[in-house]
């Protein structure tokens, strides 16, 4: 059994991934709540990745697998944002990364091969309107897994998940009513939005053995938002 990290685990993408691999590998989940996790056989610590650092006293000396999965979506025009808001993202979004894996480097570095798992987004890669802090945050943890890669290969193995709009409650405000149901559905090419389970089962492949000659990769899972036109 491997042991796996995941940071935001209590809801969306983290807690599908912990619901499914809590059977087959020792889970610990550091979020700030709780929510249903006490319904699934996982460890929780208690962590808030913009305040705290990571208390490693209930971690195994020897971490597996990392999900970074915190993150925002703060859409809004560019003569509208304030400096303090592309901070806030960025913190969240990318420091936040470094922060944990700085914290927790020995524990990955005492794996035979750890494996990373970062989320970026679809607005990384092709412009889209009013996306500008979330594009330029993501686009630093597109940078930081091509780069990461690079330094720790062939010890760690570091891949991003880039999705377009998901249906987590952080994306709640643009899938709350039908309305905005059928609209982001008509937006996708494969005329649907993401679920939290479409990332969660690409996640449990990159965390697997079955992807043991990846990385440094950014996977587009995205109803092919990011790559086809067809209309």
């Known amino acids: 059994m491997k042991n796996i990290l995941i940071i935001g685990g209590s809801y969306g993408i983290g807690f599908s991934i912990a619901k499914e691999i809590q059977n087959s ?8 709540t709780e929510n249903n996790l006490s319904e ?18 209930e971690l195994p000396d020897v971490i597996d697998g990392f999900v970074y999965c915190p993150g925002s979506i703060n859409l809004r025009p560019f003569k509208g ?20 894996i ?4 020995p524990r990955l570095n005492a ?33 930081f897994t091509k780069a990461f890669a690079a330094e720790y290969a062939p010890k760690f193995r570091v891949n991003a998940i880039a999705p377009s709009l998901t249906a987590t409650p952080l994306a709640d405000k643009f899938l709350n009513t039908e309305s905005k149901q059928e609209k982001a559905a008509e937006r996708n090419p494969m005329k649907r939005y993401g679920t939290a389970e479409d990332m969660a089962k690409i996640a449990l492949f990159l965390l697997s053995d079955a992807s043991s000659w990846m990385t440094g990769q950014i996977i587009h899972v995205d109803g092919g938002m990011s790559s086809i036109v067809t209309n």
Do not use: W
Not at 25 to 32: E, K, L, Q, T
Not at 102 to 105: F, H, N, S
Not at 117 to 140: C, D, E, N, R, Y
């Open 25 to 32: 590998h020792n889970v610990y989940v550091a979020s700030r």
């Open 40 to 57: 699934l056989n996982v460890t929780h610590i208690p962590f808030d990745v913009m305040k705290e650092t990571l208390n490693c006293s």
């Open 81 to 100: 944002i304030k400096p303090e808001s592309f901070e806030e993202d960025y913190q969240i979004n990318f420091l936040g990364i470094i922060k944990v």
């Open 102 to 105: 700085q914290t927790i480097l």
């Open 111 to 143: 794996s035979n091969q750890a494996s990373i798992v970062l989320f970026s987004s679809v607005a990384a890669t092709i412009g889209m309107p009013f996306h500008t802090s979330i594009a330029a945050s993501k686009g630093a943890v597109e940078g």
